[in-house]
Nanobody
Framework: QVQLVESGGGSVQPGGSLRLSCVAS????????MGWYRQAPGKQRELVARVSRGGRTNYKDSVKGRFTISRDNAKNTVYLQMNSLSPEDTAVYYCNTWPGLDNYWGQGLQVTVSS
């Protein structure tokens, strides 16, 4: 099993930006597509973006053009740059493999967008 450590959450006003980071142990980045997920209050967890081993990306429609997922395989780190944030982006954000593996879910990062 591997350990995932997330950082970079916080509070921001609408239109602001945040950058989330996730560091994985082991060889997870050498074998897995990685994803960022989020769970808003009262909602189910959903995939926000994913990035393959080769750097191919996919995004939830509502974040296209605003969020950028990237990875640094040498540092075992995946990032989510979030720009033009809106209150609808408020959620707890998680990183995991894609598809997500049950044992890899961490504590998540609270992202709050409010004025």
């Amino acid at each position: 099993q591997v350990q995932l450590v997330e950082s970079g959450g916080g509070s921001v006003q609408p239109g602001g930006s945040l950058r989330l980071s996730c560091v994985a142990s082991g060889n997870i980045f050498s074998i897995n597509t990685m994803g960022w997920y989020r769970q808003a209050p009262g909602k189910q967890r959903e995939l926000v973006a994913r990035v393959s081993r080769g750097g191919r990306t996919n995004y939830k429609d509502s974040v296209k053009g605003r969020f950028t997922i990237s990875r640094d395989n040498a540092k075992n780190t995946v990032y989510l740059q979030m720009n033009s944030l809106s209150p609808e982006d408020t959620a707890v954000y998680y990183c995991n493999t894609w598809p997500g593996l049950d044992n890899y879910w961490g504590q998540g990062l609270q992202v709050t967008v409010s004025s």
